[in-house]
């Protein structure tokens, strides 16, 4: 008779109070631990097969992940911050924000997850890293680096990383935005292509992501010339119907941009 | 409370539903499935790694039930069909991905999991067939060795002279029309808990099911035990939209565990597995052909019905494609016709019921090939179909096949109806005018007729199914004047039970809250031959309740002029009471009554004392429900995206017993329609591996997905039934497609091409390419 | 680990791996089974139950997130003063079938009606919301109108 196989241990649970020691018992873990922030990408990972780490470690409890600080030039937005929350916290300096992140999974996903998270585990064709590249967000680490989001959303990192906060520098005052997504259903689901248009003195951005695309920026002079832009990037895109659908959105957004007031 | 209510809704919105993975017992084992992640393979397996992990209790493959669980029965049993012989663990071969091999029981349900994951299968990959036309080709490889193709059955049915017709016909359409594979994906997955009962040496099953007699059935024919030591509990059911019609293996492998191991075990199937595992349904391939005359009358129709199968023919077999064989001539009057069928196995999921069961697929196929003949011909697709339907006067009237018989119904005064609701003809004009000006609108109908009340014992038997078609209801009147109704038809969430209760209330003439409906225990109920399934609870299992009612009506009305004195024909039941006719001052309550029965002390000469009647109901015909549903959608040229900006349903299913329940089922199948239409798929890939296999990538309908929907009905009692009501369970599920497909038709003009013949109709086949 | 949490508004003490999953915690170490699980994903809401007050999915909260949390379930939902409103929409538009998702629902709007009752809720969030949870039977139409009916909004 063999010996009986034992379970699998259950992981260890940290909740630890400082970003110093998550990063201690991180780096005690040597690659074994996980991160938890909300949970709703990690969550579901730990119940497949093989996705059991030797330790969680909850970011829940370290109050300045959890911080919002208004600046004269810039935004700072604690990684644990959820979605919902930065959502309606920053409809007013971004008017993009409510329906870019509306669009995140569904309503009590988004009670739960966050900005931290979700850029660091989830799809990078998402509306969260759609958002922050379209704005130029700087990633902040734990231990104080600044990493620009593009860098990121490339996912060179073999782990993911352990983010402090996200700084956006705020727009512009005269500056209009807007946004569109291309969607299967109404009710939302997975995105089949997005846009987020910024239209400024003499400088228009367009920041696009469709299918497995991850998103990136355009920059021209004004509207049509990012549409001229993006017509000559589609190669980008997996497909014609991806392409149309990215440049439908394009020019939804740049639209929706156009129309609104300063 | 409302007067729709089922009595015991509330218990749902307080949470106290109580279904499979609800229940639990002392000593509980839990069962986990480990399945093939292979579509084609010989395999072997080695479960030494999972027996070996502590708590443990058994780990079974194919090999340890050869000789203990024979291959399940076949309940669409059909001439020359062929057995796949499969059991229910896969045994040296798999045929697709999610087929059971292995089962491991253990004393928690993470110690199981555990070990499924340990249990290893070696697979030598075998040639796959992953479609229709693989599966037919010439050198296509076989599933079955000992068969001489792909194909599990065919036949063909033919009404008076079909070439003739085709080769004098001024007017030709025709097309191929694919319905894809979907899945009801009921909220609530399978879930089964069976428990071995020391009193009678058997065995209870809490099983998620449509069907529990056909599952006590099908476990006494796969595990050779007599069926009165056999119980099926039925607890809460989830939904199930067909998808629990048919027994499954686990239910027989988990009896066989408890009997086995004398200990409760239960196994609640993941979604991950519904998506392998739980029969989905459509997946066929209907090619039409329609010859027309000049004015629009259609002279012959031939049709080519093809069943993707799956890879077994699972119990409830090539049925819909006998059903479809059956529908195919909808509401038309069409004196020449050929159909044939062919249902052939592919290394896939194997495909069983789900709401429809057959129709919506050959109602998709002729409903845009109708529109395809309008267009043709230069009239509008509402006046050719009015032209061709049945009349009234013509009904019963069977099909030229006699495959059908449309019972009864007013088919164009509901075309006008609900032509006239939907302001058709402005609708129309307004669509012209907005295509006019660039946008892609379009108006889109499909006029239907769906069979329900199955059926008649001696059509199952004439068309291979291997149950009767009949209900028995049993009724109690306890002493105290209340009433107990036993029916073996299975609330789901459509609400059977109320129409049960409202029977037996109204022919006993008391109060809704005086009657209990007893439902779901194969001890206590009484045999249904069909279960809750081809919308037959309120038709047959209904029936059956009246005229039990009325038997324990006749029997109080004796009882109670016996104890008034007067003669049994003189008095009446009404309203709670036995009255001499016209003498109020002369009654007894039914209550007394009642009692009199119970005590004995004084009945009529003869009389049995006690108070219960039994009755079967056995239709002599399938009760036709029809329809129209008319769409008015906006193609978005730039995205494919398809807005459907309104709908409005017309039906017809006879008497509405409730029809609050009746819109229910009515909506609730449109939107199940809508999400076959546009969103919903199952999707494989080359080597015939499933890629839709999670929630997030198959996109079921939401609340904002849900059009606008007007509804409108008629109520033509059908002539066969005491209670003149036809089922409606799979209405809205029918016309949907056609409807949509249609109006995006209409929107994109020719350059919708072939996009609107295949389900799901995505966005990105209505860009243009 | 222990974890102290508030559930149905009582104190309430729970022993439980932290890495349990709550849906599982509810329903087989607490036995509250009107939390159902239909996905495992997030994405049906069949399991959505109130975290501090806001809707979330229990299929992806562990355990252990919820020490210090108060949870409240379907059961602690019926048994507070809003569910006879709740209950009676419910009914009256016959807004359940197979009442599986039921829960989901319930929980969802409860949570609704007192974000509601803060500050009103914009038309588009208010779908957003009925639009988070799946259901299989009624195609959604009696289900919207329970909740604007109690939501006091014009169909």
Redesign the interface.
């Known amino acids: 008779m063999d010996d009986p196989v034992p379970v699998p241990a259950?992981?260890d649970?940290f909740?630890p109070a400082t970003i110093a020691e998550a990063g201690d018992l991180l780096a005690r873990h040597d690659g074994r631990a996980r991160l938890?922030a909300g949970?709703?990408t990690l969550?579901?990972e730990?119940?497949r097969p093989g996705g059991?780490p030797a330790a969680?470690i909850?970011l829940?409890r370290i109050a300045e992940l959890g911080r919002i600080e208004w600046r004269a030039d810039h935004v700072e937005i604690g990684a644990m911050v959820t979605i919902?929350a930065a959502r309606a916290e920053l409809a007013r300096a971004f008017p993009v924000a409510a329906p870019c992140l509306?669009h995140v999974?569904?309503?009590?996903?988004r009670?739960?997850a966050t900005l931290g998270g979700s850029l660091a585990l989830a799809d990078p064709a998402s509306e969260i890293s759609t958002f922050l590249l379209a704005h130029d967000a700087g990633i902040i680490l734990a231990g104080g680096e600044l990493c620009p989001v593009d860098q990121l959303i490339a996912g060179c990192a073999d782990a993911p990383p352990f983010i402090r906060a996200i700084r956006l520098p705020l727009p512009a005052a005269h500056e209009r935005s807007g946004f569109a997504e291309i969607l299967r259903r109404r009710?939302?689901g997975r995105s089949l292509a997005m846009a987020l248009a910024r239209l400024g003195a003499g400088r228009a951005r367009l920041t696009v992501s469709g299918g497995t695309c991850q998103p990136f920026r355009i920059e021209a002079t004004d509207g049509p010339a990012l549409l001229d832009a993006l017509v000559a990037r589609s190669s980008a895109f997996d497909g014609p119907s991806t392409r149309a659908w990215a440049l439908a959105a394009a020019r939804r957004a740049i639209a929706t941009a156009e129309n609104a007031a300063c | 409370?409302?007067g729709?209510?089922r009595p015991s809704?509330?218990?749902?919105?307080?949470?106290?539903?109580?279904?499979v993975?609800?229940l639990?017992m002392p000593g509980m084992l839990h069962a986990v499935v480990v399945r093939s992640t292979e579509a084609h393979a010989d395999i072997s397996v080695d479960a030494s790694a999972a027996r070996a992990v502590a708590g443990v209790r058994l780990v079974l493959d194919g090999g340890d039930i050869l000789a203990a669980i024979q291959p399940p029965p076949i309940i669409w049993d059909v001439p020359g069909q062929r057995r796949s012989g499969l059991r229910a663990l896969a045994h040296g071969r798999v045929r697709y991905v999610g087929e059971p091999v292995a089962i491991v029981v253990a004393e928690s349900e993470a110690i199981a999991r555990h070990a499924a994951a340990l249990v290893r299968i070696a697979y030598a990959p075998r040639p796959v067939v992953a479609s229709i036309d693989q599966a037919l080709a010439a050198d296509a490889p076989r599933l079955y060795d000992d068969w001489p193709d792909n194909v599990v059955a065919s036949a063909e049915w033919s009404g008076g002279e079909p070439d003739a017709a085709f080769a004098d016909a001024p007017v030709h359409v025709s097309g191929r029309y694919v319905s894809g594979r979907v899945s009801?994906?009921?909220?609530?997955?399978r879930g089964v808990l069976a428990a071995y009962d020391p009193a009678q040496d058997g065995v209870t099953i809490h099983s998620s099911t449509q069907g529990p007699h056909q599952l006590r059935e099908a476990i006494a024919w796969c595990l050779g035990v007599a069926e009165h030591r056999i119980r099926v509990i039925v607890p809460?059911?989830?939904?199930?939209?067909g998808s629990k019609s048919c027994p499954y293996g686990e239910e027989i492998l988990l009896a066989y565990l408890a009997l086995w191991l004398r200990a409760p075990v239960r196994w609640i199937e993941?979604?991950?597995e519904a998506f392998v595992a739980c029969a989905p349904g459509r997946d066929e391939i209907v090619d039409i052909e329609l010859a027309l005359s000049e004015d629009g009358l259609i002279l012959g129709l031939k049709a080519l019905i093809t069943l993707d199968k799956g890879a077994e023919p699972y119990a409830a077999s090539v049925g819909a494609a006998w059903a479809g064989a059956m529908m195919v001539t909808g509401a038309y009057r069409i004196a020449d016709v050929h159909v044939a069928t062919r249902v052939v196995v592919t290394n896939k999921t194997p495909t069983g019921a789900y709401r429809g069961y057959g129709t919506p697929e050959v109602n998709f196929a002729l409903e845009r090939a109708l529109d395809d003949a309008a267009r043709r011909i230069g009239i509008d697709p509402a006046e050719l179909r009015r032209r061709n339907l049945v009349p009234p006067e013509a009904m019963p009237a069977p099909s030229a096949t006699g495959l059908l018989l449309l019972d009864s119904g007013r088919y164009e005064e509901m075309l006008d109806l609900a032509l006239d609701a939907f302001d058709y003809r402005a609708r129309v004009g307004r669509a012209r005018a907005e295509r006019a000006e660039g946008r892609a609108v379009g108006i889109g109908l499909a006029f239907y007729v769906e069979p329900t009340n199955l059926g008649p014992s001696a059509l199952c038997g004439m068309i291979g199914i291997a149950s009767g078609g009949f209900d028995i209801a049993t009724i109690r009147m306890e002493p105290s004047g209340q009433v107990v109704v036993f029916t073996g038809q299975t609330p789901?969430?459509?609400?059977v039970e109320r129409v049960l209760q409202q029977i037996c209330a109204a022919e006993l003439t008391m109060p809704d809250e005086d009657v209990t409906v007893v439902h779901g225990d194969t001890q206590a109920c009484p045999y249904t031959a069909y279960g809750s399934g081809g919308s037959r609870g309120t038709g047959i299992g209904g029936s059956a309740v009246m005229l039990a009612a009325s038997r324990l009506r006749e029997k109080l009305c004796a009882i109670g002029a016996h104890l008034l004195g007067a003669a049994p024909d003189d008095v009446e039941l009404s309203q709670g009471g036995v009255q001499v006719r016209d003498d109020a001052a002369r009654r007894v309550s039914i209550a007394r009554a009642a009692r009199a029965a119970y005590l004995a002390h004084d009945l009529p000469a003869g009389m049995d004392p006690g108070l219960d009647a039994r009755a079967s109901f056995d239709p002599a015909t399938l009760a036709i429900t029809y329809g129209v549903a008319l769409a008015e959608v906006e193609v978005d040229r730039e995205t494919g995206l398809v807005n459907v900006r309104d709908i409005l349903f017309g039906h017809d299913c006879g008497r509405q017993i409730n029809p609050?329940?009746v819109?229910?089922q009515v909506?609730?199948?449109?939107?199940?329609g809508i999400g076959a239409t546009l969103y919903e798929g199952l999707d494989h890939d080359a080597a015939g591996r499933p890629v839709t296999r999670?929630?997030?990538d198959y996109p079921?309908?939401?609340?904002?997905?849900?059009p606008p929907?007007a509804l409108v009905h008629l109520e033509t009692p059908s002539p066969f039934f005491p209670n003149g009501a036809k089922g409606v369970g799979e209405s809205?599920a029918i016309p949907i497609p056609a409807a949509i497909a249609n109006a995006i038709r209409d929107a994109l003009g020719d350059t919708a091409g072939d996009a609107v013949n295949r389900l799901p109709i995505r966005p990105e086949s209505l860009l243009p390419s | 680990?222990l974890i102290n949490c508030t559930l149905n508004g009582r104190d309430t003490a729970i022993e439980a791996?932290?890495?349990t999953?709550l849906s599982a915690l509810l329903?087989?170490t607490l036995g509250?089974?009107?939390?159902?699980?239909?996905?495992?994903?997030?994405?049906?809401?069949?399991c959505?139950v109130l975290?501090d007050g806001?809707?979330?999915?229990a299929?992806?909260?562990?355990a252990?997130?919820c020490?210090g949390v108060a949870i409240e379930?379907?059961?602690g939902v019926?048994a507070g003063e809003t569910?006879e409103t709740?209950?009676d929409a419910?009914?009256?538009h016959?807004a359940?079938?197979?009442?599986?998702?039921?829960?989901g629902f319930?929980t969802?709007v409860a949570a609704m009606l007192r974000d509601d009752a803060r500050e009103r809720l914009g038309d588009?969030?208010v779908?957003?919301?009925?639009?988070?949870?799946?259901?299989?039977?009624?195609?959604?139409?009696?289900?919207?109108a329970a909740v604007r009916d109690l939501l006091g909004r014009d169909r």
């Open positions: 259950v992981p649970y909740l938890l949970g709703q969550i579901p730990l119940y059991t969680l909850d829940r919902a509306g999974a569904n309503s009590a996903v009670n739960r009710s939302g | 409370m409302p729709h209510a809704a509330r218990r749902f919105l307080e949470g106290r539903g109580r279904y993975a609800d639990s009801a994906h009921s909220l609530e997955t809460d059911v989830g939904g199930a939209f993941s979604r991950a789901m969430g459509q609400g609050a329940l819109e229910a909506i609730g199948g449109i939107v199940q999670c929630m997030r079921l309908p939401f609340a904002a997905d849900v929907i809205g | 680990m791996a932290a890495t999953r329903r087989e509250l089974t009107g939390t159902h699980v239909a996905c495992d994903e997030g994405v049906c809401g069949s959505t975290l806001s809707a979330a999915r299929c992806l909260t562990l252990g997130q020490d379930t379907v059961e019926a569910f709740i209950a419910f009914l009256r016959n359940l079938q197979c009442g599986f998702c039921t829960p319930v969802t588009a969030e779908e957003a919301r009925i639009s988070s949870v799946a259901c299989r039977c009624t195609g959604y139409l009696p289900i919207v």
